[in-house]
């Protein structure tokens, strides 16, 4: 399973009991996300338990608030020693910015690497009509997400969160060096759920992606082992 490592697992879960019965159950896997769920659900021990076992952490917590309020989360989040760390594009130019220098003083004075720092551009549940409709946006959608992920790469993040389907447009501009990662990925033998923009693994892969955040498909699997599996096999 050399593909393993690409494949962001999200430990959606709401107690910590259940989040340690999902990692057991799945040792394969080497990169989990922690959301808003569990992390308000039960702080920071889940990601104390996940480095005590070697493995990487995204921690999705999408931060949007005021430059010196994000700053501030940056600042402790960077603490954990967690490997992704995301914030939402539309906070705004100042509020990346300060993120990123925050974080990196945050990781700086508990001796780990600050995390990769990227942009949530457009939730992958929202699609072309609530971009217009909803949220007013006159842009198509494939040009608002690039745009959001140049306003973060301008502001010295490290990637992008995108849906499959933007993410070769997204790579083709911002070069190999942005990081991008990618829910909304579905295998074809797996319902779509509540992703609007999605693609399978292996396309996903070959459209430039560098992780997949795959988690129903694989945690709500009959045999989530063999599904993890196949998903390994198929990229």
Known sequence: MANNNKI??????PTQEQAIALVEKLPQVTFWKVGLELFVSTGSE?????????????LDLKFHDIPNTVAGACRAAGRYGVDLLTIHATAGRKALQAAKAAVAEGAAASGYSPPKLIAITLLTSLNSRDLAFDLKIPL???E???????????????GAVCSPQEVAQLRQTC???????CPGVRPKWAEAGDQQRNLTPAE???????????????TAAPDPVAAFERICDEI
């Open 175 to 181: 070069g190999d060096r942005f990081l991008l990662v």
């Open 144 to 158: 608002y997400a690039l745009q959001m992920a140049l306003l973060a790469q301008e502001a010295g993040l490290d």
């Open 8 to 13: 962001i697992v999200p430990l959606d879960v």
């Open 46 to 58: 889940i990601l104390t338990i996940l480095k005590e076992r070697q493995k990487r952490i995204f």
């Open 204 to 218: 996903a892969i070959k459209a430039g992606a560098d992780y997949l955040v795959i988690g129903r498909p694989i």
């Open 140 to 142: 198509e959608l494939p």
